[in-house]
């Protein structure tokens, strides 16, 4: 892979960090739920340091990235996606975060089975692999705020 294909998938993802951002910062705005409010202002930052990760990366050489890959137990995969709301319940929020890590999560590794470039497929790898992560992370706060009586 060269620098400019390299710039290129960064950007890319650079810009779903963004967009992920702006989705986040905007349910918060609308949303009336303290709590709700709170958990979308944390995702929201999140993204801001995804964004400020992949920017890094732009100074790097491909050889040197690495990142872990996360579990996915999948909890949130059947999950009925709920609408937008600004009364939206706590838990209904974290299902919309868990899909929106869930796309980005998908639409990495189907980048990185399409790709015939080995270097460029683990790059797409490990972005799924960060996006996997996310979504990790929401099953579990879901998981306990859903099933409390486990704990």
Known sequence: MNAEEFKKIISMAISREV?????????????????????????????????????????????????DSSKDFKVGDSLKTPALSPDMKPLD?????????????????????????AEQKRLFQNLANMERGHKSRLEDIYTNMAFPEVW
């Open 93 to 117: 929020g974290l299902v919309v975060a868990i899909k929106k890590e869930l796309e980005a999560m998908q639409m990495y590794t189907q980048l990185a089975n399409a790709n015939t470039d």
């Open 19 to 67: 967009e992920s951002y702006t989705f986040y910062r905007g349910v918060s705005d609308k949303i009336k739920d303290p709590n709700l409010k709170k958990l979308f202002n944390e995702l929201a930052g999140d993204e801001t340091k995804h964004r400020e990760f992949l920017q890094n990366l732009l100074s790097k050489d491909i050889k040197t990235i690495h990142i």
